[in-house]
């Protein structure tokens, strides 16, 4: 498979909604599976549950990950990622409200790629998400998963 596959984890409709119309508005047109927790999140990278048809490497290219997730939140979820030789350079960039520095350097300690605060100001927003996916999806050259 050769498309690149955005996932987005995120639990809040509204802030899920707000990202889906960003992501429109900025013209990504990459396959996004949505996760809606940090457990469907971890089965959908790893492989496991309703997903176990998949292999890693044909996983996300890229990853948006909300800290405050239902049943495992994300800092786990980046810590498990980050965690394994398989999925360890998948660029993940949290995307949250949280503006906690203890959540800003944890998360940098974890391996995250960028951490940014979800703007109020739809506009910005979507400046943001333009600004991520020129980056992440189209000028970085990341590696080859195994």
């Known amino acids: 498979m050769n498309e690149i596959e955005i996932l987005l984890v995120e639990d ?4 899920l909604e707000m990202t889906l119309h960003a992501l429109r508005e900025a013209k990504v047109t990459n ?3 949505v996760a809606r927790d940090g457990a469907e999140a971890l089965e959908f990278i790893f492989c496991e549950g309703a997903f176990a048809a ?3 490497k044909d996983g996300p290219k890229m990853i948006l990950l909300d800290l405050k997730l239902p049943k495992v ?3 786990e979820v980046l810590r498990r990622i980050k965690g394994d030789p398989r999925t360890r350079k998948i660029p993940v960039i949290v995307l949250t409200s949280s503006k906690e ?3 800003v350097v944890e998360s940098y300690d974890l391996g995250v790629n960028s951490y940014i605060v979800k703007p109020v100001n739809f506009e910005r927003f979507v400046a943001a998400v333009q600004e991520l996916q020129m ?4 000028l970085n050259q990341p590696p080859t998963l195994k």
């Open 135 to 138: 980056y992440w999806l189209l």
């Open 73 to 75: 939140d994300g800092k």
């Open 54 to 56: 998949s292999e890693i």
């Open 31 to 33: 396959h996004i599976h």
């Open 101 to 103: 520095q203890n959540d």
């Open 12 to 15: 809040n409709p509204d802030d």
